[in-house]
């Protein structure tokens, strides 16, 4: 997948546990942990701006372009 989601690493910056981020969110921790591993297919705006409102950063803290590198 060409999108990376960096989630454990702010949530590592700001020292806080994916469940304390899932409460404050308002989601649950297991649609919290899709997205966190990458397993999401869509995420709402309104959920990618409280999770940067919570870990004071920016969506591309989060959330990262990596192309595919094509095979020959």
Do not use: W
């Not at 060409?2 to 981020?21: G, S, Y």
């Not at 297919?41 to 192309?67: N, R, S």
């Amino acid at each position: 997948m060409a999108i990376i989601i960096n989630l454990d690493v702010m949530l590592a910056k700001r020292k806080m546990r994916a469940n304390e981020l899932a409460k404050r969110i308002g989601i649950t921790e297991q649609n919290l942990s899709v997205l966190k591993n990458g397993r999401a297919k869509a995420v709402k705006l309104a959920t990618l701006e409280a999770i940067c409102f919570h870990l004071d950063c920016q969506p591309g803290d989060i959330l990262e372009y990596v192309p595919d590198k094509l095979e020959e």
